[in-house]
């Protein structure tokens, strides 16, 4: 119990201070995960983060005015990471932190997040609840890294979705 109040500590000053590392690269326990938000193609300030561990609510911060945070995630759970900024739809990922065993070490994860205006037309709501990334440990890249099928199919989907895109991403969700 008391390592996890260390790293929630750890993040709560990652947070609060995005221009300082915290987090000792190659270490065996922590994925560090650097995440900038921007709209429009700018930094965005005064915007919610919300982590959840294994679909619990861990921390809820509101990062100072940089647009760029830092978390430190322990290896072997499932994280989602939401972003929330008034005026804007939520941002999701997805993290999924296992990785084999014989593993030792790895480079931080690096995440823009690109909010969309509320009052996008070419938001389609039913899309923009899903995550935009689903991270993960890939072993020919030895190191976590998004699904770029996955990430291209949702952001095409919300843009202009289809009947096609339905039925891809429902039947996608079934075979799990």
Request: with cysteine.
């Amino acid at each position: 119990m008391m390592k996890i109040h260390i790293h929630l500590l750890t993040l709560v000053v990652a947070l609060a201070f995005p221009a300082t590392s915290l987090f000792a690269q190659g270490d065996d326990n922590i994925l560090p995960v650097d995440v900038s938000v921007t709209a429009n193609g700018r930094p965005v300030g005064q915007f919610t983060v919300t982590l959840y561990r294994d679909n619990e609510q861990v921390l809820q911060l509101q990062p100072n005015k940089f647009s760029a945070f830092k978390l430190g995630l322990e290896v072997g759970a499932h994280y989602s990471i939401s972003v929330v900024k008034e005026g804007f739809h939520e941002k999701l990922i997805s993290v999924n932190t296992d990785v084999p065993e014989e593993v030792a070490g790895w480079e931080p994860y690096l995440c823009e997040l690109q909010l969309r205006s509320l009052e996008d037309a070419n938001v389609t709501p039913f899309y923009i609840d899903f995550p935009s990334a689903l991270v993960r440990w890939y072993g020919r890249k030895r190191g976590f890294d998004h699904s770029e099928h996955y990430t291209q199919d949702i952001q095409a989907a919300i843009e202009r979705p289809t009947t096609d895109d339905v039925e891809r991403l429902v039947s996608a969700d079934r075979s799990r």
